[in-house]
Protein backbone atom coordinates (compact mmCIF):
# COMPACT_ATOMS: atom_id res chain seq x y z
CA UNK A 1 0.00 0.00 0.00
CA UNK A 2 1.13 3.53 -0.80
CA UNK A 3 0.31 6.90 -1.27
CA UNK A 4 -0.82 8.57 -4.54
CA UNK A 5 -1.08 11.28 -5.70
CA UNK A 6 -4.32 10.78 -6.87
CA UNK A 7 -5.62 13.96 -7.85
CA UNK A 8 -3.02 16.25 -9.39
CA UNK A 9 -4.68 19.34 -10.34
CA UNK A 10 -6.57 19.45 -6.71
CA UNK A 11 -3.61 18.65 -4.64
CA UNK A 12 -0.95 21.02 -6.62
CA UNK A 13 -3.84 23.78 -6.54
CA UNK A 14 -4.02 23.41 -2.66
CA UNK A 15 -0.13 22.76 -2.24
CA UNK A 16 0.74 26.05 -4.44
CA UNK A 17 -1.47 28.34 -2.38
CA UNK A 18 -0.02 26.51 1.16
CA UNK A 19 3.21 27.46 -0.04
CA UNK A 20 2.79 30.97 -1.47
CA UNK A 21 1.02 31.74 1.99
CA UNK A 22 4.10 30.58 3.59
CA UNK A 23 6.23 32.88 1.84
CA UNK A 24 4.13 35.73 2.18
CA UNK A 25 4.95 35.55 5.42
CA UNK A 26 8.73 36.09 4.65
CA UNK A 27 7.83 39.04 3.05
CA UNK A 28 5.37 40.89 5.17
CA UNK A 29 2.44 40.37 2.78
CA UNK A 30 4.08 41.50 -0.53
CA UNK A 31 4.17 38.48 -2.22
CA UNK A 32 0.74 37.78 -2.34
CA UNK A 33 -0.52 41.72 -3.20
CA UNK A 34 2.17 42.51 -5.79
CA UNK A 35 1.05 38.63 -7.34
CA UNK A 36 -1.47 36.93 -6.44
CA UNK A 37 -4.50 39.56 -5.92
CA UNK A 38 -6.03 42.04 -8.43
CA UNK A 39 -7.12 44.94 -7.59
CA UNK A 40 -10.39 46.77 -7.46
CA UNK A 41 -12.33 49.13 -10.31
CA UNK A 42 -9.94 51.94 -11.32
CA UNK A 43 -7.01 50.41 -10.46
CA UNK A 44 -5.81 47.52 -13.10
CA UNK A 45 -3.22 48.71 -15.19
CA UNK A 46 -4.01 47.64 -18.84
CA UNK A 47 -0.28 48.28 -19.94
CA UNK A 48 1.53 46.03 -17.49
CA UNK A 49 1.58 41.76 -18.75
CA UNK A 50 1.61 41.69 -14.94
CA UNK A 51 -1.65 42.52 -14.29
CA UNK A 52 -2.91 39.72 -16.97
CA UNK A 53 -1.24 37.17 -15.28
CA UNK A 54 -3.00 38.45 -11.93
CA UNK A 55 -6.63 37.93 -13.08
CA UNK A 56 -6.05 33.99 -12.90
CA UNK A 57 -3.15 34.11 -9.97
CA UNK A 58 -5.58 35.62 -8.00
CA UNK A 59 -7.22 32.44 -6.74
CA UNK A 60 -3.32 31.13 -5.53
CA UNK A 61 -3.45 33.90 -2.65
CA UNK A 62 -5.24 34.17 0.94
CA UNK A 63 -5.34 36.44 3.59
CA UNK A 64 -4.22 34.31 6.28
CA UNK A 65 -4.71 29.95 6.95
CA UNK A 66 -8.50 30.33 8.04
CA UNK A 67 -9.54 31.94 4.98
CA UNK A 68 -7.23 29.18 2.65
CA UNK A 69 -8.43 26.19 5.36
CA UNK A 70 -12.50 26.86 4.50
CA UNK A 71 -12.01 27.56 0.82
CA UNK A 72 -9.93 23.91 0.81
CA UNK A 73 -11.39 21.85 2.90
CA UNK A 74 -14.23 21.90 0.30
CA UNK A 75 -11.61 21.70 -2.44
CA UNK A 76 -9.86 18.60 -1.38
CA UNK A 77 -13.12 17.28 -0.66
CA UNK A 78 -14.90 17.81 -4.05
CA UNK A 79 -12.36 18.63 -6.12
CA UNK A 80 -10.84 14.69 -6.34
CA UNK A 81 -14.18 13.67 -7.48
CA UNK A 82 -14.51 15.79 -10.07
CA UNK A 83 -11.76 15.45 -11.20
CA UNK A 84 -11.83 11.88 -11.93
CA UNK A 85 -15.07 12.60 -13.76
CA UNK A 86 -13.86 15.15 -16.35
CA UNK A 87 -10.35 15.03 -16.53
CA UNK A 88 -7.21 17.08 -15.18
CA UNK A 89 -6.90 18.96 -18.22
CA UNK A 90 -10.73 19.71 -18.19
CA UNK A 91 -10.73 20.38 -14.87
CA UNK A 92 -7.97 22.66 -14.81
CA UNK A 93 -9.75 24.61 -17.54
CA UNK A 94 -12.86 24.97 -15.05
CA UNK A 95 -10.81 26.15 -12.25
CA UNK A 96 -9.03 29.19 -14.88
CA UNK A 97 -11.71 29.93 -16.53
CA UNK A 98 -13.85 30.68 -13.15
CA UNK A 99 -10.33 32.88 -11.94
CA UNK A 100 -10.60 34.42 -14.85
CA UNK A 101 -14.67 35.51 -14.93
CA UNK A 102 -14.58 36.35 -11.12
CA UNK A 103 -10.97 38.54 -12.25
CA UNK A 104 -12.37 40.54 -15.00
CA UNK A 105 -16.06 40.77 -12.81
CA UNK A 106 -13.97 42.38 -9.72
CA UNK A 107 -11.62 45.41 -11.72
CA UNK A 108 -14.76 46.04 -13.71
CA UNK A 109 -17.57 46.31 -11.09
CA UNK A 110 -15.83 46.07 -7.29
CA UNK A 111 -13.53 48.84 -5.75
CA UNK A 112 -11.94 46.18 -3.29
CA UNK A 113 -9.29 44.10 -4.40
CA UNK A 114 -9.81 40.37 -4.58
CA UNK A 115 -7.66 37.32 -3.28
CA UNK A 116 -8.48 33.58 -2.69
CA UNK A 117 -9.84 30.49 -4.30
CA UNK A 118 -13.81 30.88 -2.77
CA UNK A 119 -14.72 31.07 -6.36
CA UNK A 120 -13.35 28.30 -7.89
CA UNK A 121 -14.63 26.27 -4.56
CA UNK A 122 -18.21 27.91 -5.45
CA UNK A 123 -17.84 26.39 -8.98
CA UNK A 124 -17.13 23.11 -7.61
CA UNK A 125 -19.92 22.39 -5.25
CA UNK A 126 -22.17 23.92 -7.93
CA UNK A 127 -20.61 21.22 -10.90
CA UNK A 128 -20.73 18.40 -8.13
CA UNK A 129 -24.42 17.55 -8.57
CA UNK A 130 -23.81 17.06 -12.04
CA UNK A 131 -21.77 13.95 -11.79
CA UNK A 132 -24.08 11.27 -11.77
CA UNK A 133 -26.76 12.66 -13.36
CA UNK A 134 -28.09 11.94 -17.05
CA UNK A 135 -29.07 13.95 -19.62
CA UNK A 136 -32.26 15.55 -19.76
CA UNK A 137 -32.42 15.51 -15.74
CA UNK A 138 -32.12 18.46 -13.61
CA UNK A 139 -30.31 16.82 -10.19
CA UNK A 140 -32.69 18.21 -7.48
CA UNK A 141 -29.52 18.25 -5.05
CA UNK A 142 -28.21 21.32 -7.43
CA UNK A 143 -31.43 22.73 -6.90
CA UNK A 144 -31.04 22.67 -3.43
CA UNK A 145 -27.65 23.69 -3.07
CA UNK A 146 -28.58 26.81 -5.28
CA UNK A 147 -30.96 27.67 -2.74
CA UNK A 148 -29.25 27.08 0.08
CA UNK A 149 -25.72 28.70 -1.40
CA UNK A 150 -26.57 30.99 -3.57
CA UNK A 151 -29.98 32.74 -1.22
CA UNK A 152 -27.15 32.49 1.46
CA UNK A 153 -24.96 34.73 -0.53
CA UNK A 154 -27.31 37.28 -1.93
CA UNK A 155 -28.51 37.72 1.02
CA UNK A 156 -24.62 38.30 2.58
CA UNK A 157 -23.77 40.52 0.12
CA UNK A 158 -26.20 43.20 1.44
CA UNK A 159 -24.07 42.43 4.68
CA UNK A 160 -21.22 44.62 6.05
CA UNK A 161 -18.08 42.45 5.90
CA UNK A 162 -14.98 41.79 3.88
CA UNK A 163 -16.01 38.30 1.64
CA UNK A 164 -16.32 38.87 -1.77
CA UNK A 165 -20.07 37.27 -2.06
CA UNK A 166 -20.11 38.09 -5.89
CA UNK A 167 -17.15 35.79 -6.29
CA UNK A 168 -18.95 33.22 -4.80
CA UNK A 169 -22.11 33.86 -7.01
CA UNK A 170 -19.89 33.94 -10.20
CA UNK A 171 -17.82 30.94 -9.28
CA UNK A 172 -21.50 29.20 -8.90
CA UNK A 173 -22.78 30.49 -12.20
CA UNK A 174 -19.33 28.95 -13.75
CA UNK A 175 -19.88 25.78 -11.92
CA UNK A 176 -23.77 25.58 -13.11
CA UNK A 177 -22.41 26.18 -16.52
CA UNK A 178 -19.99 23.86 -16.73
CA UNK A 179 -22.27 21.18 -15.38
CA UNK A 180 -25.50 21.93 -18.23
CA UNK A 181 -22.71 22.04 -20.83
CA UNK A 182 -21.37 18.58 -19.82
CA UNK A 183 -24.81 16.64 -20.05
CA UNK A 184 -25.55 18.35 -23.47
CA UNK A 185 -22.27 16.88 -24.80
CA UNK A 186 -22.92 13.71 -23.02
CA UNK A 187 -24.86 11.72 -25.48
CA UNK A 188 -22.45 12.24 -28.71
CA UNK A 189 -19.75 11.03 -26.02
CA UNK A 190 -21.98 7.93 -25.14
CA UNK A 191 -22.58 7.22 -28.47
CA UNK A 192 -18.80 7.18 -29.82
CA UNK A 193 -17.91 5.23 -26.29
CA UNK A 194 -20.96 2.60 -26.85
CA UNK A 195 -20.95 2.40 -31.21
CA UNK A 196 -18.37 -0.22 -31.43
CA UNK A 197 -20.04 -2.96 -28.90
CA UNK A 198 -23.30 -2.78 -31.93
CA UNK A 199 -21.02 -4.82 -34.31
CA UNK A 200 -20.73 -8.34 -33.83
CA UNK A 201 -16.77 -10.17 -34.15
CA UNK A 202 -15.53 -11.91 -36.15
CA UNK A 203 -15.81 -16.14 -35.65
Not at 4 to 33: C, E, K
Not at 80 to 94: D, N, Q, R, T, V
Amino acid sequence: MKIRYNAPVTLTFALLSAGILILDQFTGGNLILRFFSIPGKGYFNPASPLEYIRLFTHILGHAGWTHLLGNFSIILLIGPILEEKYGSAPFLLMILTTALVTGVINILFFPTGLLGASGAAFMMILLAPFTNTKSGDIPLTFILIVVLYITKQVYSSFQSNSIAEFAHLAGGACGSIFGFLHLHREPEIREEIFLPSDSQPDD
